[in-house]
């Protein structure tokens, strides 16, 4: 009842303020149980009038494998995780246009540098 709650309180701050809400679901080789849970979730935001995307749906048209883009039951390895990112970024793109990156902190060469650390750490994994 309490998740229910905050939940609500979400979905009506975001309205309150003409916030947009997408919510996700990422993949994460989900169970049964887990399913249902995603269910009543989905169920909840389409009364709401919330898109609600469940990517666990959606393996295919991701282009995720289980046994090469996971690293343990639940998470993605690096490969999934690129293709998840890209498959999502397009998504945004193409759903929410008017969204754009803005560097309020002055953080942009952090995460070039970021990307040029995870870049040359994934090229030494792939050599051994």
């Excluded at 009506?12 to 989900?30: F, Q």
């Excluded at 996971?70 to 759903?95: C, P, Q, R, V, W």
């Excluded at 942009?108 to 990307?115: A, K, L, P």
């Amino acid at each position: 009842e309490k998740q229910k709650q905050y939940f609500y309180k979400i979905i009506n701050l975001a309205k309150e303020n003409n916030i947009p809400l997408l919510l996700v679901k990422t993949p994460s080789n989900v169970l049964e149980k887990d399913q249902k849970l995603y269910n009543t979730v989905k169920k909840m935001a389409k009364e709401e009038g919330v898109p609600f995307i469940d990517f666990n749906r959606r393996y295919d048209e991701i282009g995720l494998d289980i046994k090469d883009d996971f690293f343990d039951k639940s998470h993605l390895n690096y490969k999934g995780a690129e293709k998840f990112t890209s498959y999502f970024a397009g998504i945004i793109a193409k759903e929410y246009p008017n969204v754009k990156s803005k560097d309020t902190n002055n953080t942009t060469s952090m995460w070039e540098n970021d990307i040029r650390e995870y870049r040359k750490y994934i090229k030494s994994i792939n050599k051994n």
